[in-house]
């Protein structure tokens, strides 16, 4: 006890004194980012205080590293490469049902031998023969056939199977047009066979469309967490190099009350210590600025390793978060998750109302109209003959097809049901997560702005400690250790602080993902337009051709 009692009376004696003691004070109330003083000991690393970001380091904003993310993002290129295909898709179902023309002709020879009473004459025939026909399918199910076809026919034949002298027809001209309309009564009947096709493709487009969207805003999402968790490394970095400093400049002066005389040289032991671990936490705090660096990479879409750093001073606080309730409607009709399910609803549905139509019974309502001239050795008697309807046929009938075994049909519409009912269950699970998601990330939010009130304040209070810990370290009434958890619950206080804010941040991108919110906030960085709403490729040539031919779901 009396050594120690003795160091503490040369310490007040130097203090009394002025000089010394005017130089101490001075020191421990300078600013944490000055310059330690030249000591005898080893010199420590060198340190930007200034700045975390190395001098090879890429600064980038939050700007920037979305718009970096949405023009490089796989994740988002591959989800807009899918609308694309599936609006093409669109376009070639509503195209699904063209008018088409058929062209045909045939030369054809025929000889038919036949007997007589001297043996065989074989008689011989010659065709000529011109076709054209028009052929439309409906989505209703009705199909409709137009043909014009034309022939010349020359014949040579026995005049009597007993006698071998022949005869010459012809030539002959044959002029006719034809006319059938097949309208299905039962398998294929109506819109909801004929364009289920088109309502499946519109509907995985508008799925898609919202799948595009969610992608978007997960992307968002992704790039800021990770843009903020790379800001949070760098402030970790930077406060790990301020404790550093701070426990070095101690370090420093303490070895100058040492060299002084003014103190015993056991205490510097401690300080010494603490340098040491301060450099560890600061390797390890530039290792983990790093692999957050490399993460912030991955989600902008680069493919190299390039150092990055957070050029945002700090994560931005909102002024108020809005009622919980509100954001939960909001959450619930406007998430895109929850859109893209719906579409997937709403396509199960339509795949329950047409299963199994291919199988089951079939009723066919035909009819036929046709008209036909024939000259000989004289077109013109053919086209005359046909013009005024001289030889005319109609006809009309029905087709019935039952299927006699197996139940091909209710296999498939209980197969649909299922479909139907799992989608269903899909979308209800994906609204209550987004429910209890939301619910997390309000209270997260609302819990880390009263954190970051709470560190700021335990911040000062630490920097109030750590003062009057070092004045009576420095006065011989305090000891090392005091001044050491000093320093570190304020350091601790200030990570926490830094969290705080980060995760407030994190919380409330999450917030604005869930209600569709961060779409919005970057929209001129994404660019995003809505596609459902655009033109087909068969629409707009249409419009801007002025074509109006018979293309199109009718």
Not at 92 to 102: F, G, H, K, N
Not at 340 to 349: C, F, H, P, T, Y
Not at 397 to 415: I, K, M, N, Q, W
Request: proline letters at 4%; a neutral charge; aromatic letters at 4%.
């Amino acid at each position: 006890m009396t050594p120690f009692l003795n160091v503490r009376r040369r310490v007040r004696a130097v203090v009394r004194r002025g000089a010394f003691g005017a130089c101490v004070l001075t020191s421990v109330s300078a600013h944490a980012d000055a310059p330690p003083p030249t000591t005898t000991t080893s010199p420590p690393p060198p340190v930007r205080s200034d700045a975390t970001a190395a001098d090879d380091d890429e600064v980038v904003s939050v700007a920037q590293a979305v718009r970096e993310a949405a023009r490089k993002s796989p994740t988002l290129r591959a989800a807009l490469l899918d609308l694309q295909e599936v609006t093409s898709t669109v376009a070639a179902e509503e195209d699904r049902y063209p008018l088409s023309m058929l062209l045909d002709a045939n030369v054809a020879r025929q000889e038919t031998p036949n007997l007589n009473r001297d043996g065989v004459v074989t008689g011989a025939t010659d065709t000529v023969g011109l076709g054209a026909e028009l052929r439309k399918q409906f989505a209703w199910g009705t199909g409709l056939a137009f043909r014009l076809e034309g022939s010349w026919t020359r014949a040579r034949f026995p005049i009597l199977p007993n006698l071998p002298d022949t005869i010459t027809l012809g030539p002959g001209y044959d002029l006719g047009a034809r006319f059938t309309i097949t309208q299905p009564l039962l398998r294929g009947f109506g819109t909801d066979v004929g364009e289920a096709e088109l309502r499946a493709a519109r509907y995985r487009r508008t799925s898609l469309d919202h799948a595009r969207e969610r992608v978007a805003s997960e992307t968002l999402r992704d790039v800021l967490t990770a843009y903020w968790e790379l800001w949070f490394a760098g402030e970790s970095l930077r406060i790990e190099r301020e404790a550093r400093a701070l426990a070095a400049r101690e370090r420093d002066e303490l070895q100058a009350r040492i060299d002084a005389g003014a103190t015993a040289g056991v205490d510097i032991y401690a300080f010494e210590t603490r340098v040491r671990e301060r450099d560890e936490a600061q390797t390890l705090a530039d290792l983990e600025r790093r692999q957050r660096s490399l993460e912030l990479g991955r989600r902008m879409g680069r493919r190299r390793a390039t150092a990055l750093a957070a050029a945002a001073t700090v994560p931005p606080t909102p002024e108020t978060l809005e009622p919980e309730a509100e954001l939960l409607t909001r959450a619930l009709a406007q998430a895109p998750e929850l859109a893209q399910l719906d579409a997937e609803v709403a396509a199960a549905r339509d795949r329950e109302r047409t299963a199994g139509e291919a199988d089951r019974q079939r009723l066919d309502l035909t009819g036929a109209l046709e008209t036909r001239g024939l000259g000989n050795r004289d077109a013109g008697a053919a086209v005359r003959q046909f013009g005024r309807l001289g030889a005319f046929s109609a006809q009309l009938g029905l087709v019935y097809e039952l299927p006699l075994t197996g139940s091909r049909v209710d296999s498939l519409r209980a197969a649909a049901r299922a479909a139907h009912a799992a989608a269903a269950a899909r979308r209800d699970e994906a609204a209550l997560r987004i429910e209890t998601t939301l619910s997390q990330s309000y209270a997260q939010a609302g819990a880390a702005r009263s954190r970051i009130e709470l560190a700021d304040a335990t911040a000062a209070a630490a920097e109030r400690q750590l003062a009057a810990a070092r004045d009576r370290f420095t006065l011989g009434d305090g000891l090392a250790i005091d001044v050491e958890r000093a320093e570190d619950a304020l350091r601790r206080a200030k990570l926490r602080a830094a969290r705080a804010r980060v995760d407030l941040a994190q919380s409330r991108a999450t917030l604005d993902h869930q209600t569709g919110a961060l779409l919005s906030r970057f929209a001129d960085a994404l660019k995003l337009q809505p596609t459902s709403g655009q033109e087909s490729a068969a629409a707009r040539a249409r419009r801007q051709h002025g074509f109006r031919g018979a293309v199109g779901p009718f």
